[in-house]
């Protein structure tokens, strides 16, 4: 068996880091160029556990967001420009649908513009995959927060159905050919695979809630009602103020000092949050795991990578954001990409090793 020696968090914070780099721009050669690199580390850095095929599923996911784009582009129209590739049969909407058609031209730009939105999207997805193939959901939850641990229970189903579901699509797929079921029709497909592998996925998670809850995980005494109100809330704001950062963050409408100030106030108020509460919490860690120096290089890559992108946005915002009219081949922006590529970084400094070498 193969183990990484990277903290879960390093990996979920160097893959949303990423993924926020990947928001910030609609160029096709750096979305691209974001997915190779996600694609690198996981296949450099990730083991052979049951979720280590996760990102191959999201690759999956991601394309079908673009295809699901592109004929959402077709079918209810979009942006317009004067190179029509074909027309189809249009129909009149009322005055409340302005803005959207069915049928009607379908042009060169807006196919384009369709498409740049679609592999944004499936960049973010494919960063996502990559969090998924690199953490281990185990890990993950024995690094909670000892304030967190009341929600862990909820926290592990959710974490847990992902990479279930990969491990459930490979042992059913044996068993439908240790028993020479090899039709591919959806009916069949439907009856045979789909479903056993959502209830399995969704069983085996549940049964290990349920074996966490019978075992007191998650339970806290003594602590005062005053208390736990007062953390609860300050839990709850920073957590709140998180969220409306990396909102704002990801968007374009709000401006980045702001969008910046809102994340790094959310994140104080929770850390204050966590922290506080956590010394209410009486709880014991059989081997801590520690956040390494290591761990903060993974972490800091991706950080490179969202600094390119800031670095893009002020010396290059056309090639970040290209225009698809004129047709035109996007420029690659220099800066953008060369944090990207030392987002790689941790091809290096965190490769698989043997878990007996650890």
């Given at each position: ?23 910030r ?49 077709v ?32 042009t ?73 079921n ?33 075992r ?19 839990l709850?704001?920073?957590l ?39 010394k ?79």
């Amino acid at each position: 068996m193969r183990r990484r020696t990277a903290h879960p968090v390093a990996w979920w914070g160097w893959a949303l880091l990423l993924a926020t780099a990947a928001g910030r721009t609609a160029n096709p050669w750096l979305l691209l160029l974001i997915a190779a690199v996600a694609g690198l580390v996981v296949a450099f850095c990730r083991g052979d556990e049951p979720w280590s095929g996760a990102y191959r599923v999201f690759l999956y996911i991601g394309l079908s967001a673009v295809a699901v784009r592109m004929a959402f582009y077709v079918v209810f129209g979009g942006s317009d420009g004067p190179t029509v590739l074909f027309t189809l049969p249009s129909v009149t909407l009322p005055d409340w649908a302005a803005g959207f058609r069915l049928g009607g031209d379908v042009t060169a730009e807006g196919a384009l513009a369709a498409l740049y939105d679609g592999l944004r999207l499936a960049t973010l997805l494919v960063c996502v995959g990559a969090a998924n193939a690199l953490a281990s959901p185990r890990r993950l939850l024995r690094s909670v927060p000892a304030v967190l641990y009341e929600v862990s229970v909820a926290v592990v189903v959710a974490l847990s159905v992902a990479p279930q579901l990969v491990a459930g699509v490979g042992r059913v797929r044996r068993a439908r050919a240790l028993r020479g079921n090899t039709s591919r029709s959806p009916a069949n497909l439907m009856r045979t695979v789909v479903a056993p592998v959502l209830h399995d996925a969704l069983d085996r998670s549940l049964h290990l809630a349920a074996a966490m809850a019978s075992r007191g995980y998650g339970r806290a005494a003594g602590v005062p009602a005053p208390a736990r109100r007062a953390t609860g809330a300050a839990l709850l704001i920073g957590l709140l103020g998180l969220c409306a950062g990396a909102y704002a963050i990801l968007g374009t409408a709000t401006p980045a000092p702001l969008a910046w100030s809102v994340l790094a106030a959310g994140a104080a108020a929770a850390v204050f949050g966590i922290a506080f509460a956590s010394k209410r919490v009486p709880h014991t860690r059989y081997r801590p795991d520690r956040f390494g120096p290591k761990d903060w290089a993974v972490v800091a890559s991706g950080a490179a990578a969202v600094a390119g992108a800031v670095a893009g946005l002020a010396l290059e915002p056309a090639a970040m954001w290209p225009a698809t009219a004129p047709l035109h081949a996007p420029a690659l922006p220099f800066a953008a990409a060369a944090g990207v590529l030392l987002a790689a970084a941790p091809a290096l400094l965190v490769p698989s090793t043997p878990e007996g070498t650890r």
